[in-house]
Structure formats: structure tokens, C-alpha cells
């Protein structure tokens, strides 16, 4: 079985990594309960994100999480360390300095990047030591601050150099329009080239279509509209239920969002099913060409009624909701634009012709692009999450992201042009200008693929001639 | 004689599992319409065959597990010991840590020459452990990495060491609508290899299959479970002992004594412009067909429709290419059951459709690079193009 390693930057990342182990926890309880039968073996699904764990009478002890976690500040990882999970992490997986940022990518990535840069090293290669075939590393971060942004980056060409052979898929939370931090543009298009050049596989996320889920969430429990009442650990942002208690904080909602797109996305790779997905797949499937590595998520369900018999009907509108606009992660509109490719990740008690119904049902909705017109990657688990008796994540490599990274840039001409708090970023050493214009040609490549694409997007689809064959 | 199975990848060793289940669970059972002492003649010939006997009894299947994670091994042991009718040999299977990603670059470049050595040194026990050793089973998908890529490469191998033991796959022709997105890649280049290689292919279509579980067996939420029983079913039937044609009271030593050998005319084929015009063009033009009778009154069965030249190329007689084995005892408690094995146009479709798809991907360099990472470059997908338009025109030709 293969290990991963979660990478946490920031103060963003380092609180939803937080929620994700509490959530990884509670996950492997729940599945460990029902004692093992007695031909098979103990289920070491742990092992994969966590280490040297023991099963005693159903609870999981001294598991330690495959983690590292870095903020140039102390506050986030303090509270870590006081707080109820301090025994999954190890101390010495730590990195942390005082002074932060300041929101600034170019502090993050050049100044801490080159002072922390022997100590990262080494804690990385500590946890790489402890797996024994590691595959992936999962680093959490948001693009619009410092840290999380200027040194989760930072890492991404060290893990490239230092793990060549090991995955990096990275999960970025996008600042929306109306985010408070006035240099997240600026931080973002910087933090984006590393991305465009050394991850890969990049989940973005932004904020606001978090906000939006959990105020449809909100919603639909208090409105009463549901007649019976919403079971309160199945709701895909609550903690309840989880291992250790904790005080409910407000982004708590939404990183519970993002830990359970990383726990479905690992599921296939930790539990058995009919149909097997290893981490490795998902990169061979939907990147088809290198730099187009960026994949929009969607998760239903959101939340069960209690009502347990769930007739087919049901499951069919499971499909239905990860491709409605509601479900998504980012900001965007995959059915009028172009697929590339798209993974259905199953958990529970789904069978192949449901996946197959269903695929056959939502095609004619959704366009792919002429060279992949069958572009599916199905994958079966059979443990459900908890408080779920079936759930369905959507990956979808699609050309819908370029609204959002048309957005980004603009912002950030706006800011550019004025040369609005650049000497922050220009007194930095080793930072010019050039590193701007840099970033912005990276982006506007990137943004020319996937119109390119967009362009054959509405063309019939042609057979090319075959090769011909003397008999 | 003695099959040894070669099991690869999930879909691989899922399926092996049926088969092995399947097979035993029907020489076992007691509703075999005939008398016991052939009863017994086929119980042990079917052993002889498939299993090993071990001290306490058990049959050991003759088989080897390989995949390169551990779920799928893992579970497929454990589901066998659970019947406690029979089981797998417990140093029979090669597993690794981290599987294919479904890439048949990975699994023929990098996995199978890595671990060559150990795969074909639990091939070789196996064989050993046979009296008398007739051909190699081996079971896998075309779709995804470890049964494409390492099969493919087994077989090579399986070819260089084995080269006068018969060769037969087993493989499954995935969904149309993806399971994998790079299945069309994995495909071609399977099979273009595997041309070189195997002595026959066994064609099953997942998508074949499942209308099989649908329409005609009623079942509602269809799981690969379902599937791979009635794929275990198929080939149970086929590979269960028979009587040969010759002998009435022995069966057949030799299970896969199909001839495939079959080779066009060497004056050449007739052109094009000579087809006959009242072949009826629903007809599957065919170069060999076998027929598999069970049951009760299998010797009275009136086989003569296979007979129709309509069925076959024009420069084959059908008695050439046409057999029937009859056996009394019936299978899987089915009062009668036939099974037909048949080497012809029926791929050409398919085929031509995963070519097509493979080749519009391919122009536009999609995924590619995936590929290169591991060694296998555009010549190598041209040469698996051409193989296979040839294969397609060749058949077309029929």
C-alpha cells in the first residue's frame, strides 16, 4: 500500500489540514468499528496517512499523521499543538517562525524560502523515510497571502527536485473579488507559475463557492422544507462526530468542505472496491498534456436525511448534483465549455450500472473535446463516508478555469499598472520586475491552451483518415 | 494435462477467481446427468487440470497472482481461503506496493522487466508442478496498466521460455464508454504486442457482458461481481473436460486442443471482386468455429447449421473449420448447455472503433507525454497502428 504525505502552508492551510486529520480520524474510527472479519486483514488504511498507529478495541492510538506542517507564524500551529489533535501530530514535523509574511509572496517564497530551506528538507525527508513506498505529496495553501502562497510554492521545485518519482498534488484556495488582503493578486499570478511549472495536479478552490455551499446548507436545514431532519455528521462541513471535539471556529464550515474533497479523493487509494483508483491514475487520466493540470472538484452530497432507504432515483440525482454549478468547489461553468477529461470517484454501495446509467443519462449535456469524446475515469469504493451511505466526487478537467484565471489576471493589471505596492515585493532580494512579467506571460500561455481549445469547441467531430494498409 | 493460470491486474485476478470458483464448484456438484464413475472421471479430470492437491486435501488452484498493489491480491486469497473448498497457493502471487496508474508504458517498461526474474521464477513452480503441462491461461484487461502492460510482457516472455506450450489470454475488451481515459492507448498497444506473442485470444466485451446480465438475466443493479460470474460461467463451459471426437469413454487430454492455427491458402487470397453474392451479409464470415455440447441428449443434437459454407471464407471448407465436442456430463447443473467458440469477424467492429478513437487521440498528442516518460515513444504507437489496421483488413477480407 502506497503512503502519502500532507505538506500544510500557512496559516489557510494548516487550518484546513487541521479539519482534514480530525475528519481522517474520525473516518478510520468509524471504519474500524465494524471488527474485521475473521479472513481478512486488519484494515491498515490508516497506515496510508497516518503512522505507526495501533487498533485497540476500535479506537485508533498513537497514530501519527504523514504530515509536515509550516507557518511563519505561530499563532495557527500553536493552537494545533494546545488543542485536542497535539497527539497525531509530531513535533518535530514542525516548522514555524514569528514574524509571517506580511502577505507577502516574495517574503514567503524567496526570504523564508531560503532560510527554512535545509530545515524543510529534512523534515520531508524524515516523513519519506517512514513510508515505505510513498506515492503523493498533498500540499494544502491559499495563493493570496504570504506564506501559504510565497513557501508552499517555494516547496513544490524542492519536492520536484529532492522526490521526482513522487506525485505533488496541490489543493490552492483562490482569493475571491472581495478579498481583504489587497496583494493577493500579486501573490497569486507569483504563485501560479510555480504552480503552472512544478505541481501535478492543482485542485483550486475559491472561497466563495465554499460561502455559497454552506449557505445552501444553511438553508435547506433551517428552512424546514426537509421534512425529517438532517443527520449532523453527514453534513459535508461539520465537524460532529469528529475524534476530538473542538471548538467550532468560523472557517471550520468550509475547510470541512475541502478535508472531505481530499479524504473521498484519497478513498479509492485507502479502501477496496470493484473498481480500484490509485493517485497515480488520476494524473495519467486527466492531464493529457502537461500544463493543463488543473482540475475543477464537485462532492455531493452535502448532507442525508435520515431517511435510509435511498431508491435509485436518488443515486441518480447524486450524478445529477456534481455536475449542477451548487456543488462545485470554484467558481464556474463546466457544462458550456469544453471538457478534457473527467473522473467520477464512487463511495458505497454503487455498482457499475449505475455509473453507467448515469453516464449515458448526463453525456448529451456535456461537451468533450474532439479527441476525447468518451474522456470518463470511473473508479468503484466500497466504504462509503461516514454518515453517507453513498457519495460521488467529480474531477473535471475543463476549460471552464479560464474565466477564473482571466479574472486573476486582470485583477492584477489593475494593480500593475499603477505599480501599487510593488517595492514591498521589489525590496526583497532577488525579486524584480522581471519576475512580474514573468508570471503574467506564464498565465496568459496557459490562458492561450485552453482557448485554443475553447475553439474547436463547437466544430463537428471528424474522423482522420487511418493509415492505409497494403495487403 | 494441466492449464497453468496467469492472473494480472485487479480486473485479472477478480475474474481468475470466479473461474477457478466456478469450475470447481461445477465438478463438484452431484447433478451431473450421468452415471458416477463418470462423474468421478470428470471430477478428477477437471482437477488434474486446474488444481494441485495439497496434504489436508484442499485443491490448490494452479495459478499465479500478480498485481502491482495489494488490495485486489489481498482480497481475492482471502475470498478463496473463505470457501474452504479450495484456495491459492500461499507463495503463489507477486505483489508490489504501488500500482501501474494505468499506464502500459509503466507496466511493460518499468514493472515488468524489474520484476521479470520473480514473476516468471512463480511461473516456472507452478508449471513444475504439473505432470504433464499443456498451455498457460492468461487472464487481463486491456484497459489499464498492470494486466495490459505486464501481461503483455508476461507473454513475451511466456513466448521466449515456453515456445512449444500453447498461449491463450483471456482478455477484456473495456466498456465503450470509458472506465479509463487512456484505455484505447493501453489497448492498441496490447494488442498489437500480444499479436506477436499469444497463440490465441479470448475475446469477452464488458460491454457485451453487462447487455448479458441486463436483458437477459434481469439483473437490476449490475456490479462487476455479476459480470465476472457470468464471464466464469462462459469459460467454464469451454474448458471443462470433453470427450474427444475420437474416443467416447476418455476425455480429452488436451483441453485447449483447438487449432488456431490456421493460415490463409498459400496460393494466395482470392480478390476482392470474387465474393459470392448470396452470402447473406448478417453472416460473420468465420475461419473456425467449435462447438461445445453438455448435457442430456448431446449425441442426437443436430449441429448441421454450423455447416453452412454461408458461414464461412470462401477458401475454407467447413469441415476444416468446424469441430464439435459432446460430453454427457452436464454442466453447471444446466440440463443442457452449449457454448460456441468462434474465430471471426465479430471483433472487426470493435476493433476498428478503439483503432479509430485511439488514432484521433493520437493526432492530437494527447497524454502522450505520459508515455515517453516510460520509453515508449511515437514509433512504437505507429507500429501498434499498423499491426493492427492490418489485423482489421485482414479480417475485413474474409
Known amino acids: 500500500m502506497t503512503q502519502s504525505v500532507v505538506v500544510q502552508v500557512g496559516q489557510c492551510g494548516n487550518q484546513i489540514g487541521c479539519c482534514f486529520w480530525d475528519l481522517a480520524l474520525r473516518e478510520h474510527a468509524a471504519v474500524n468499528q465494524v471488527p474485521a472479519r475473521s479472513h481478512e486483514p486488519p484494515r491498515l488504511s490508516a497506515r496510508v496517512v497516518g503512522d505507526g498507529g495501533s487498533i485497540s478495541k476500535g479506537k485508533i492510538c498513537s497514530l501519527k499523521a504523514r504530515a509536515v506542517l509550516i507557518d511563519m507564524e505561530e499563532g495557527v500551529v500553536n493552537e494545533i499543538l494546545q488543542g485536542p489533535l497535539r ?17 507577502n509572496w516574495a517574503v514567503g517564497h524567496r526570504v523564508f524560502g531560503s532560510l527554512y530551506q535545509d530545515q524543510v528538507l529534512e523534515k520531508l525527508r524524515k516523513s519519506a523515510e517512514h513510508c515505505d513506498c510513498l506515492q503523493c505529496f498533498f500540499i494544502i495553501h491559499s495563493m493570496g497571502g504570504g506564506t501559504g502562497s510565497g513557501l508552499g510554492t517555494f516547496l513544490l521545485k524542492m519536492l520536484e527536485d529532492e ?3 513522487v506525485y505533488r498534488f496541490v489543493t490552492s484556495i483562490y482569493p475571491s473579488g472581495e478579498d481583504d488582503v489587497i496583494t493577493s493578486p500579486y501573490n497569486s499570478i507569483l504563485a501560479m507559475k510555480e504552480l503552472n511549472e512544478h505541481a501535478d495536479c492543482v485542485l483550486p478552490i475559491d472561497n466563495q463557492s465554499l460561502f455559497d455551499i454552506i449557505s445552501k446548507i444553511d438553508l435547506m436545514v433551517n428552512s424546514g422544507k426537509l421534512g425529517t431532519t438532517v443527520k449532523p455528521k453527514s453534513l459535508v462541513t461539520s465537524s460532529s462526530g469528529a475524534l476530538k471535539t473542538r471548538h467550532q471556529k468560523p472557517f471550520d464550515a468550509m475547510n470541512n468542505i475541502v478535508a472531505n474533497l481530499l479524504l473521498n479523493l484519497t478513498s479509492s487509494a485507502r479502501f477496496e472496491g470493484s473498481l480500484n483508483m490509485d493517485l497515480n491514475e488520476i494524473s495519467m487520466n486527466l492531464v493529457p498534456f502537461p500544463q493543463l493540470h ?8 452535502l448532507y442525508t436525511l435520515t431517511d ?27 457544462k458550456h465549455s469544453l471538457y478534457l477529461a473527467c473522473a467520477l470517484m464512487v463511495r ?3 455498482q457499475i450500472s449505475d455509473l453507467r446509467r448515469n453516464i449515458e443519462r448526463l453525456k448529451p449535456s ?8 468518451e474522456g470518463w475515469k470511473t473508479s468503484l469504493c466500497s466504504i462509503p463516508p461516514v454518515g453517507h451511505s453513498h457519495s460521488l466526487l467529480a474531477l473535471a478537467n475543463n476549460t471552464c478555469v479560464k474565466p ?3 479574472e486573476l489576471k486582470e485583477r492584477f493589471m489593475r494593480l500593475y499598472k499603477k505599480k501599487a505596492h510593488l517595492h514591498h515585493y521589489l525590496q526583497v532580494e532577488g525579486m524584480e520586475e522581471s519576475c512580474f512579467t514573468e508570471a503574467v506571460s506564464s498565465l496568459s500561455a496557459l490562458i492561450q491552451e485552453y482557448n485554443q481549445l475553447d475553439a474547436t469547441k463547437n466544430m463537428p467531430v471528424q474522423d482522420l483518415p487511418r493509415l492505409s494498409i497494403a495487403m | 494435462m494441466s492449464i497453468v493460470t496467469v492472473q494480472l491486474g485487479q480486473c485479472g485476478n477478480q475474474i481468475g477467481f470466479e473461474v477457478f470458483d466456478a469450475l470447481l464448484r461445477d465438478s463438484q456438484s452431484s447433478h451431473g446427468l450421468c452415471c458416477k464413475r ?20 484442499v485443491p490448490v488452484a494452479r495459478a499465479v497472482l500478480v498485481d502491482m498493489e495489494p488490495k485486489v491480491i489481498n482480497q481475492t486469497l482471502s475470498k478463496a481461503a473463505q470457501s474452504g473448498r479450495w484456495k491459492y497457493g500461499q507463495h503463489a502471487c507477486f505483489c508490489q506496493k504501488q500500482g501501474s496508474g494505468n499506464n502500459w508504458a509503466y507496466g511493460y517498461s518499468v514493472h515488468g522487466p524489474r520484476h521479470e526474474e520473480s514473476i516468471m521464477n512463480l511461473i516456472r513452480k507452478e508449471v513444475e508442478k504439473c505432470d504433464s503441462f499443456s498451455g498457460f491461461f492468461i487472464i487481463m484487461s486491456m484497459a489499464g496498466g498492470t494486466g495490459s502492460g505486464i501481461g503483455a510482457f508476461v507473454t513475451q516472455n511466456l513466448q521466449d521460455q515456453y515456445s512449444n506450450s500453447l498461449k491463450m489470454n483471456q482478455i477484456i475488451w473495456p466498456y465503450g464508454t470509458g472506465e479509463v481515459i487512456v484505455q484505447n492507448y493501453n489497448s492498441i498497444l496490447t494488442l498489437s504486442h500480444l499479436y506477436r506473442s499469444s497463440d490465441a485470444l479470448l475475446v469477452h466485451e464488458n460491454d457485451a457482458v453487462h447487455k448479458i446480465c441486463a436483458k437477459l438475466m434481469n439483473i437490476k443493479q449490475i456490479s462487476f461481481s455479476d459480470i465476472n460470474q457470468v464471464l466464469a460461467h462462459q469459460l467454464g463451459s469451454v474448458f471443462q473436460p470433453t470427450y474427444s471426437a475420437e474416443s467416447s469413454f476418455h476425455y480429452r487430454r488436451n483441453p485447449l486442443g483447438i487449432d488456431w492455427h490456421v493460415r490463409p491458402p498459400s496460393s494466395g487470397l482470392p480478390s476482392l471482386g470474387k465474393k459470392s453474392l448470396n452470402k447473406d451479409l448478417h453472416f460473420n464470415t468465420s475461419i473456425a468455429n467449435l462447438v461445445i455440447l453438455r448435457g442430456k441428449d448431446v449425441q442426437s443434437a443436430d449441429v448441421e447449421g454450423f455447416k453452412d459454407p454461408a458461414l464461412y471464407t470462401s477458401w475454407l471448407e467447413p469441415v476444416n473449420a468446424f469441430n464439435v465436442w459432446k460430453t454427457q456430463r452436464a454442466f453447471s447443473k444446466y440440463e443442457k448447455s452449449a457454448v460456441l467458440v468462434s474465430n471471426s469477424q465479430f471483433l472487426v467492429k470493435p476493433l476498428d472503433m478503439i483503432v479509430g478513437k485511439a488514432w484521433n487521440m493520437f493526432a492530437s498528442k494527447a497524454y502522450i507525454h505520459q508515455y515517453t516518460k516510460f520509453g515508449i515513444e511515437e514509433e512504437d504507437f505507429l507500429d501498434s497502428f499498423t499491426s493492427l489496421e492490418q489485423v482489421v483488413a485482414s479480417y475485413c477480407n474474409l
Open chain 1, 294 to 301: 488543473y482540475l475543477v472538484s464537485s462532492l455531493t452530497p
Open chain 1, 163 to 165: 522526490f521526482p518519482e
Open chain 1, 348 to 350: 458505497g454501495n454503487v
Open chain 1, 308 to 334: 435510509v432507504n435511498i431508491p435509485p432515483r436518488r443515486l441518480d440525482q447524486m450524478f445529477s448534483d456534481a455536475f449542477s454549478k451548487d456543488h462545485q468547489l470554484l467558481r464556474a461553468d463546466p
Open chain 2, 38 to 57: 463418470e462423474n468421478e472421471a470428470y471430477q478428477a479430470s477437471c482437477k488434474e487440470r486446474f488444481f494441485s492437491e495439497e496434504e489436508n486435501g
Open chain 1, 366 to 373: 456535456l461537451q468533450f473535446v474532439s479527441w476525447n469524446q
Open chain 1, 87 to 103: 497527539d497525531v501530530f509530531d513535533t518535530k514535523q514542525l516548522i514555524t517562525d514569528i514574524s509571517g509574511s506580511g502577505n
Open chain 1, 404 to 406: 477564473t484565471f482571466m
